[in-house]
Antibody, heavy 118, light 111 residues
Framework: EVQLVQSGAEVKKPGESLRISCKGS????????ISWVRQMPGKGLEWMGR????????NYSPSFQGHVTISADKSISTAYLQWSSLKASDTAMYYCASLGVVGAFDIWGQGTMVTVSS | QSVLTQPPSASGTPGQRVTISCSGSSSNIGSNTVNWYQQLPGTAPKLLIYSNNQRPSGVPDRFSGSKSGTSASLAISGLQSEDEADYYCAAWDDSLNGLYVFGTGTKVTVL
C-alpha cells in the first residue's frame, strides 16, 4: 500500500525544539517531492515548502523561510520538519504530502498535531 | 496568506448542483494547472481534481473541474450528504522560485 505515515502528536513549551517525521512506503520515495502543509486550528491549508528526497534540495514559502527546516533521509524513506525554537503560534496540524506524477499532492500523511503552550 | 480566492461557503440540497469558484492571477492559475482537494471533517485532505479537470481513480464523476484564464471552478452535481466538506483549489505559482498556493477554502453544506 502506498502511504505516508507521520509521527504522533506533540505537546511542547515555547522555546523548545522539535522534529516531526513522515515515512513513505509502497513507492519509490526518492522519485517524488515531499511537501509540508500547515493547518492552524479552524483555518485553511498553507504550503510551507518542499524537498526533493533524492538530493535534499529544498525551497520554502517566504512565510516559513527561516522559521522551519525541511530535511530528508532517503536511506529510511523519511522526511522531517524541524523547529529550533517553537512559538505558541506554531500550534497547528502539519501534513506531509507527496507530489505525484500528475503534478498534484496525491498521497497525504495522516497529520501531526503540534501544540505549543506554556 | 492565500493568493487564490474562494467563497467561504456554499450549500445545496441533496441532488442539486453546487459550483465553487477560485480566482487567481497570471503567475498561478494563468500559467499553471489547477488542482482541487477535499477535506472531510477531521481528516487529511484528499486530491479530488488535478490538471484542471482530471479525476484520480475512485473519484466519482459527479465532481468536475474547469479553468478559464486566471479563474477556475469546481462543480458538484447530484450533491450527496457525504460531500459535506471543505474544498480547496491550488496551483503552482511562478513567482519566487516556485511556490504552491492554496485557495482560501470553501465549506460546502448539504441542507
Amino acid at each position: 500500500e502506498v502511504q505516508l505515515v507521520q509521527s504522533g502528536a506533540e505537546v511542547k513549551k515555547p522555546g523548545e525544539s522539535l522534529r516531526i517525521s513522515c515515512k513513505g512506503s509502497g513507492y519509490s520515495f526518492t522519485s517524488y517531492w515531499i511537501s509540508w502543509v500547515r493547518q492552524m486550528p479552524g483555518k485553511g491549508l498553507e504550503w510551507m515548502g518542499r524537498i526533493d528526497p533524492s538530493d535534499s534540495y529544498t525551497n520554502y514559502s517566504p512565510s516559513f523561510q527561516g522559521h522551519v527546516t525541511i530535511s530528508a533521509d532517503k536511506s529510511i524513506s523519511t522526511a522531517y520538519l524541524q523547529w529550533s525554537s517553537l512559538k505558541a503560534s506554531d500550534t497547528a496540524m502539519y501534513y506531509c504530502a507527496s507530489l505525484g506524477v500528475v503534478g498534484a499532492f496525491d498521497i497525504w500523511g495522516q497529520g501531526t498535531m503540534v501544540t505549543v503552550s506554556s | 496568506q492565500s493568493v487564490l480566492t474562494q467563497p467561504p461557503s456554499a450549500s445545496g440540497t441533496p441532488g442539486q448542483r453546487v459550483t465553487i469558484s477560485c480566482s487567481g492571477s497570471s503567475s498561478n492559475i494563468g500559467s499553471n494547472t489547477v488542482n482541487w482537494y477535499q477535506q472531510l471533517p477531521g481528516t487529511a485532505p484528499k486530491l479530488l481534481i488535478y490538471s484542471n479537470n482530471q479525476r484520480p481513480s475512485g473519484v466519482p464523476d459527479r465532481f468536475s473541474g474547469s479553468k478559464s484564464g486566471t479563474s477556475a471552478s469546481l462543480a458538484i452535481s447530484g450533491l450527496q450528504s457525504e460531500d459535506e466538506a471543505d474544498y480547496y483549489c491550488a496551483a503552482w505559482d511562478d513567482s519566487l522560485n516556485g511556490l504552491y498556493v492554496f485557495g482560501t477554502g470553501t465549506k460546502v453544506t448539504v441542507l
